[in-house]
């Protein structure tokens, strides 16, 4: 069976962007840690979209292997790699948990580079392959009281675009796509104030972010910004010195993690 794998898929852009595939008929492996979510997500596509849904119950964080491990074991050929899975954390540097940041690390760029590690080799054998990695405006700058979650993202970015420089004569493609603020647990996750992310003409839905995914999928261009005002705001970002986007996005976000305590 080809199906298109979704990690991070129990809920938010994963869940929307894996039913943006089911709707046009594609098969799908889902993976995240909520078992019960995943199991309800396979029951709702295949009864209304009529495809096969696989779904693998894991910490990618620490079983990055396994996930291909169970596509191999069940004949699973993975032709669409969307690593999504990832999360954030609003806290100075010297005050966040230390084990929670190399967690993070772990699992927004580890067992993004191991999946795509594992999955390009089948991909080269089916003689075509597209790899779509969740990136964030915050891969274009750097991010205090969020410095590693930023840093991670910017990792995302220039690991892809390398990527896709290697593999421009494999018929594989490599994309990134690039959310701002969505509202979705995510912030919960990330100790942030979810109300300033409501009232925030940059916010974007799930929906709106698989829908920018998907016809990142579909064009096969190199990145995406998400939304008219994300898209503004990453231009004019680009023309400050890096030292005052830190300064300027320090200052934004320390307000943000102000209100949020």
Request: charged share 25%; with cysteine.
């Amino acid at each position: 069976m080809k199906a298109v794998l979704v990690t991070g898929a129990s809920g938010g852009i994963g869940k929307e962007f894996a039913r943006q595939f089911a709707f046009r008929g594609y098969n799908l492996v889902l993976v995240a840690r909520r078992e019960e979510e995943l199991k309800q997500i396979k029951k709702e596509f295949e009864e209304e979209y009529g495809i096969t849904v696989e779904y693998f119950a894991c910490d990618l964080a620490e079983d990055h292997k396994a996930v291909y491990d169970f596509c191999k074991a069940n004949g699973i050929e993975v032709s669409v790699l969307i690593n999504n899975a990832g999360f954030g954390d609003y806290k100075a540097f010297i005050d966040a948990d230390l084990d929670k940041m190399m967690n993070m690390i772990d699992l927004n760029d580890k067992a993004l580079v191991a999946l795509s590690h594992y999955f390009i080799k089948d991909m080269k054998e089916l003689g075509y392959g597209h790899i779509i990695n969740v990136g964030s405006v915050a891969s274009f700058m750097p991010g205090p009281y969020m410095a590693v979650y930023y840093a991670s993202k910017a990792f995302v970015m220039s690991f892809s675009l390398a990527l896709r420089e290697e593999l421009k004569n494999d018929n594989i493609k490599v994309s990134v796509l690039c959310p701002g603020p969505v509202a979705s647990d995510f912030w919960n996750r990330a100790q942030g104030d979810h109300s300033l992310v409501g009232t925030s003409p940059f916010t974007r839905t799930p929906t709106d972010a698989a829908v920018s995914g998907y016809s990142l999928f579909e064009s096969g261009k190199a990145y995406k910004i998400d939304g008219m005002f994300n898209q503004l705001m990453i231009k004019a970002v680009r023309f400050l010195p890096l030292e005052l986007a830190a300064r300027t996005v320090g200052f934004v976000q320390k307000k943000v993690k102000g209100k949020a305590d």
